[in-house]
């Protein structure tokens, strides 16, 4: 046991090391300074404009920015659902498997441009290679949107700052190839290395070592897991994610996985310290979500090490911890690790099935997810942190009797309506649309009865987390939910695309706003944010905002469960 | 919108061809050059060819048994039971098993009967099993195969695989490894 704790704090540490070089290359990939690997990538990057016709050079403003975001992603969205409703007959379908019906398509294709991958479908039967290496496309450029648009506010911050904000198209081809291709790349190579399947074959058939048949699901299998995880995408390859001994083989891998599931994350906290020459800012930040992370993490790990309380009353011998829905390989303390980390992350794979993890370990996963900002998605999770610091700097201005202003530009009213409403889209999404189900659900059990996979009040945390899955972007899911049905798949695929463009729209506006106005000098006046101080204030606000605001759900789901198992 | 669409739509169809097609091709590439050329790990057992990774039902007990299944070991439609931790089902499910485990391990301890064996994996696929996993069957084995106790433990010790570099993650046994080694030890 003491080894599975030292594989988790080596993963963490190892990540931490990488980061802070990473997040460097980041900031000079995003504010256009040179790099190692311009070699290769500046004629890259001249063909992909050559070809699309794009001038990289042209800078825009926040709102054109805007523009061209949403319209690429309107792009991505019609290409997912014709190519998710002809899979049939579309090439590279060796295993026959069918076409999307329309509902499920609209999910998918949503779930995927959104970056948040819930999968109502399984990988095995649910698509063609076509179809997964199309979605797989979307797991590079649906990061790479998030991380071009966080970096137009890194630049609105950046010492040099003009109201024109960079090429939105010339940011998003930057962070796709400079970042996320290399690395994927590599991943690509060492899974290959540890048995993840890459061939254009169908299934293979086997005979056991006691005469069964067995049919096994292969495919282009190594090509998509480390975008995936690279990506906070998080759609597994197989059905069951990266519990799949195909996706993920052995520790090794396992670690790999974990590791690129927040390691960019943690890196575009330092590359916003580079952009705009502030270290201790980009610490401060990092040690608030740090925090955060640490307070779920730990907990977590130690319930699911400490096994299921019924199944102790079984008699049994739970050394290794409660193992239902996990693999050997893994282990408990490293499935609990990864629930945490996905969870808070927006990335949304699984190496165990959250469902079935005790009721505390589900609940922490849950409030990662409605917190959405302890590291967060590539790029968002950072702009979902912004919005707290806005209302932690109007907070804490009030408070202290200064005026509240954030590098230099006043926080006046209007970006602190903006900033307010961005923090309550997610509850709003979450809590309604879980009090919609419940209501269906009441009042006709037997007509939806499909839906639940357990009774009582896990049965309510499984609607819960869907929706806390579904608005935070993430896709990991309670995946007892019946949740391939008209209902589910558009209210969760309505929720992911408010969850997704509100976020981004609001924080980009804010920054857009920010920077239109006078710059002031720090003062002795001035409100300090990169201290230990503002810091224990901004994470007071997430506590106070997002997560008190799903206190009441919680009750309801995942602690009364918890007392009812344990007093 | 409609300054965007164009160059829109002119962009996609290149990241496209870019991650879908070259990137996808690149990797291909590296997996003609990797052992078992990205079709699976693959060794021929008795000639018949075994994927490695992926776990299979040993039920048998002259077999070491692997891990309970929700999905019966399909690895063409990966699953978990998805039963949450107070589901009475879940419950009733265990208990079944660790009856179905005693009646055939009549020297076995309640007490000692590893969790692990009685809860299903969460891929359904799991080559694995714990050593206490593998060390609670060898009694009836021994008896199933005529063969010493001591052999067994041996042949577990053999077969358990150290954690990462020594000190990182579970320390685990590759159930199919196992029960060929199982076979080929009658067979000496």
Redesign the interface.
């Known amino acids: 046991m003491p080894?599975?704790i030292?594989?988790i704090l080596?993963t963490y540490l190892l990540v931490l090391a990488a980061a802070i070089p990473l997040g460097r290359y980041i900031g000079k990939v995003f504010s256009y300074e040179p790099t190692r690997l311009d070699v290769l990538f500046n004629p890259l990057d001249r063909l992909?404009f050559k070809?699309?016709?794009?001038d990289p050079r042209l800078p825009m403003s926040w709102k054109e920015h805007l523009?061209?975001l949403l319209?690429?992603n309107?792009?991505?969205f019609t290409?997912s659902l014709f190519v998710l409703t002809n899979m049939e007959w579309l090439p590279l379908n060796p295993?026959g498997n069918p076409s999307m019906s329309a509902d499920l398509a609209f999910n998918t294709a949503v779930s995927f441009v959104t970056n948040t991958n819930l999968q109502h479908y399984?990988g095995?039967?649910g698509l063609s290679y076509f179809g997964q290496?199309?979605l797989?496309?979307w797991q590079?450029?649906s990061a790479a949107t998030g991380m071009a648009i966080c970096s137009v506010v890194f630049l609105a911050f950046s010492p040099n700052t003009t109201t024109r904000l960079g090429n939105f198209?010339s940011l998003?081809?930057r962070s796709?190839?400079r970042i996320l291709?290399p690395l994927?790349?590599l991943g690509?190579?060492v899974l290959?290395?540890n048995?993840v399947?890459?061939?254009?074959?169908g299934?293979?058939a086997?005979?056991?070592?006691?005469g069964?048949v067995?049919?096994?699901?292969?495919g282009?299998a190594?090509?998509f897991v480390p975008i995936k995880q690279l990506g906070t995408n998080g759609g597994g390859y197989?059905?069951?994610n990266s519990?799949?001994?195909?996706e993920n083989?052995?520790?090794?891998t396992?670690?790999l996985e974990t590791a690129f599931i927040f390691l960019i994350p943690i890196a575009m906290v330092f590359a916003f310290g580079y952009v705009i020459r502030r270290k201790k800012l980009a610490w401060m930040i990092y040690g608030v979500m740090t925090l955060g992370f640490l307070l779920l993490v730990i907990p977590s790990v130690l319930n699911e090490l400490k096994?299921?309380p019924?199944?102790s009353t079984?008699?049994?011998?739970?050394?290794?911890g409660?193992?239902?829905?996990?693999?050997?390989?893994?282990?408990a303390a490293?499935?609990a690790y990864w629930a945490i980390n996905t969870t808070v992350t927006s990335n949304g794979s699984?190496?165990?099935?959250h469902?079935?993890?005790?009721?505390l370990t589900g609940m922490f996963a849950m409030v990662g997810m409605m917190v959405n900002c302890f590291y967060g998605g590539v790029g968002v999770g950072f702009l979902n942190f912004f919005v707290f610091i806005i209302l932690g700097v109007f907070m804490g201005g009030l408070m202290v009797g200064r005026t509240p202003e954030f590098l230099g530009r006043k926080v006046e009213a209007r970006e602190v309506k903006i900033a307010m409403c961005i923090a309550l889209v997610h509850p709003l999404l979450i809590l309604g649309g879980t009090a919609l189900a419940s209501h269906l659900y009441v009042t006709d059990p037997v007509e939806y009865a499909g839906w639940l996979?357990?009774?009582?009040?896990?049965g309510f945390?499984?609607m819960l987390y869907e929706f806390t899955s579904a608005s935070a972007n993430n896709g990991s899911g309670?995946?007892?939910l019946g949740d391939n049905t008209p209902f589910w798949n558009i209210a969760c695929g309505l929720v992911m695309l408010l969850a997704r463009f509100l976020p981004i729209i609001g924080p980009v506006a804010i920054a857009g706003l920010l920077i239109s106005k006078k710059y002031i000098p720090e003062s002795a006046g001035t409100l300090k944010t990169d201290t230990a101080t503002f810091g224990l204030l901004v994470f007071a606000v997430i506590v106070l905002v997002a997560a008190l605001s799903f206190f009441p759900a919680l009750t309801l789901g995942p602690l009364a469960?918890y007392f009812?198992?344990y007093y | 919108m409609k300054t965007n669409i164009l160059p829109a739509i002119r962009l996609t169809a290149v990241c496209v061809l870019f991650f879908g097609v070259f990137y996808t091709l690149a990797v291909w590439s590296v997996a003609q050059v990797v052992p078992g050329k990205g079709k699976g790990h693959t060794r021929i057992y008795n000639g018949k060819v075994q994927y490695m990774n992926v776990g299979q039902d040993f039920s048998e007990d002259r077999y070491f048994w692997s891990r309970p299944s929700a999905t019966d070991y399909n690895a063409a439609g990966s699953g978990g039971s998805n039963h949450g931790p107070s589901n009475p089902a879940h419950l009733k499910e265990v208990e079944d098993r660790i009856t179905h485990f005693l009646d055939h391990n009549p020297e076995v301890k309640r007490a000692d009967l590893p969790a692990e064996l009685v809860t299903a994996s969460g891929s359904g696929l799991d080559p694995h099993l714990s050593v206490a996993a593998a060390q609670i069957q060898v009694k009836r084995i021994a008896k199933v195969r005529q063969v010493s106790e001591e052999n067994l433990l041996k042949l577990i010790e053999k077969h358990t695989q150290k954690p990462l570099l020594g000190f990182l993650g579970p320390e685990y046994i590759h159930a199919l490894e196992l029960n060929y080694e199982l076979d080929m030890l009658e067979s000496i």
């Open positions: 080894t599975e030292l594989g080596c992909f070809l699309s016709g794009i523009q061209a319209t690429i309107l792009v991505w290409v295993d399984s095995e039967s290496l199309t797989m496309v590079f450029v198209y998003l081809v796709a190839t291709f994927a790349f690509a190579v290959l290395l048995g399947p890459m061939t254009f074959e299934k293979a086997a005979t056991t070592l006691e069964a067995q049919e096994i699901s292969r282009p190594a090509a197989y059905g069951t519990a799949h001994p195909l083989p052995n520790y090794l396992n670690m096994g299921n019924v199944i079984l008699g049994i011998d739970q050394r290794l409660s193992f239902e829905g996990k693999e050997i390989r893994v282990g490293s499935s699984v190496n165990a099935m469902d079935s993890m005790t009721p996979n357990n009774p009582g009040f896990h945390s499984e309670f995946e007892g469960e009812s198992l």
